[in-house]
């Protein structure tokens, strides 16, 4: 086990001997979110995500109760699939809808290779930090790259 200890403190930089403090969620979450309401319209949900050059966000409801995340790919369905069945139009798709409810989420206490597996294993962008039953913040890939980065 202290084999382990010495390499990850040598992969992030701490000092052998000393045990390793890895960056946690806290540490690199985003906590200013652009969220979305699961009654808004998709084509407004695209206006948010292309004004503000973001590929996705959290769906909440009252106040800051995650109920799941919406993505560029689940509004790019909506859009095309609409199209494809005939329907010109996706002014009647709704958030709650198209977007994913059962979203993989993470604790504020979580580690930085803890999120990277995650990133790695489940092929999603961003994972939303959830305490107490609120979203408290949103960690995407280039955040933990950032992390190891700055530790490494």
Same mark, same amino acid.
């Given at each position: 086990?202290?084999?382990? #200890?010495?390499?990850?403190?040598?992969?992030?930089?701490?000092? &052998?001997?000393? &045990?390793?403090?890895?960056? !946690?969620?806290?540490?690199?979450?985003?906590?200013?979110? !652009?969220?979305?309401?699961? %009654?808004? +319209?998709?084509?407004?949900?695209?206006?948010?995500?292309?004004?503000?050059?973001?590929?996705?966000? +959290? =769906?909440?409801? #009252?106040?800051?109760? *995650?109920?799941?995340? !919406?993505?560029?790919?689940?509004?790019?369905? @909506? *859009? @095309?699939?609409?199209?494809?069945?005939?329907?010109?139009?996706?002014? /009647?798709?709704?958030?709650?809808?198209?977007?994913?409810?059962?979203?993989?989420?993470?604790? +504020? /206490? /979580? #580690? =930085?290779?803890?999120?990277?597996?995650?990133?790695?294993?489940?092929?999603?962008?961003? *994972?939303?930090?959830?305490? %107490?039953?609120?979203?408290?913040?949103?960690?995407?890939?280039? %955040? =933990?790259?950032?992390?190891?980065?700055? /530790?490494?």
């Amino acid at each position: 086990m202290d084999d382990i #200890n010495e390499s990850i403190a040598r992969a992030i930089g701490s000092k &052998p001997g000393k &045990p390793p403090r890895l960056p !946690i969620a806290r540490d690199c979450m985003t906590t200013r979110l !652009i969220t979305f309401r699961q %009654d808004q +319209p998709i084509r407004e949900v695209v206006q948010v995500l292309l004004a503000k050059s973001i590929s996705g966000g +959290p =769906v909440v409801e #009252n106040g800051r109760h *995650l109920i799941g995340m !919406i993505s560029e790919l689940d509004c790019m369905r @909506a *859009l @095309a699939g609409a199209a494809y069945e005939g329907h010109y139009t996706a002014r /009647d798709r709704l958030v709650r809808d198209e977007m994913t409810a059962d979203s993989i989420t993470i604790n +504020p /206490d /979580d #580690n =930085v290779y803890t999120m990277a597996h995650l990133f790695e294993t489940r092929y999603v962008r961003r *994972l939303p930090v959830v305490e %107490d039953g609120q979203l408290i913040g949103q960690v995407s890939r280039r %955040d =933990v790259l950032r992390a190891l980065l700055v /530790d490494g």
